[in-house]
């Protein structure tokens, strides 16, 4: 028979389990950008397991995707020497957001070839451009940016074309 102290510590240790488990389940509420970098993720690692790569292209920067095609990222040395069976399980801890770029803290388990464990913790990242969230594999955002910036300048002149344009024929429609 436990003693009526030793009881109460039991009961204060069960109390104190029960609160943290309150405690987790509170903190796996996600904010709609946490919940779609979730999503994404767990989708991206269940589809490369099973060897579909266009998941990580989708996902690309994209720059990346006007500059290469599917066929040339599919090839690529970096696809080709891939291995998604060393996969185990992945799982997001917390995410870090600062402007549009949000870090996705993980816990990841790989199979070595000699059977070993891995268990890295990387620092996963999320960029957003026009409300969609993009995970660079091979792209690289100083790349994105200057894309965009060259995308910038080009509908610039684009509408001063127009504008002259336009310009022209209002002039040509009053000399008629």
């Known amino acids: 028979m436990l003693s009526k102290a030793v009881r109460i510590i039991v009961v204060a240790f069960l109390l104190a389990g ?7 389940e509170r903190e796996k509420v996600l904010n709609p950008d946490e919940q ?3 999503d994404k993720t767990y989708e991206l690692f269940t589809r490369v397991r099973a060897r579909d790569y266009r998941v990580i292209y989708d996902l690309e920067l994209p720059y990346f995707r006007e500059e ?38 993980m816990q990841m388990e790989y199979r070595l070839g000699d ?4 268990n890295p913790a990387p620092k996963v990242i999320w960029v957003k451009i026009d409300d969609e969230w993009y995970k660079p594999s091979l792209s690289r955002v100083a790349n994105q940016q ?10 610039e002149a684009v509408e001063a074309l127009q504008k002259k344009q336009s310009e022209q024929d209002t002039i040509q429609e009053g000399e008629e």
């Not at 066929?71 to 917390?94: G, R």
């Open 18 to 24: 029960m609160a943290v488990l309150v405690s987790c």
């Open 36 to 38: 779609t970098i979730a």
């Open 68 to 105: 290469k095609s599917f066929d040339e990222f599919v090839n690529s040395h970096w696809v080709k020497t891939y291995n998604p069976d060393t996969i185990l399980s992945c799982q997001i801890d917390s995410f870090q957001f600062i402007e549009d770029t949000a870090w996705a803290f």
């Open 115 to 118: 059977g070993s464990l891995y």
């Open 146 to 155: 200057e894309f965009e910036e060259e995308l910038r300048i080009y509908w």
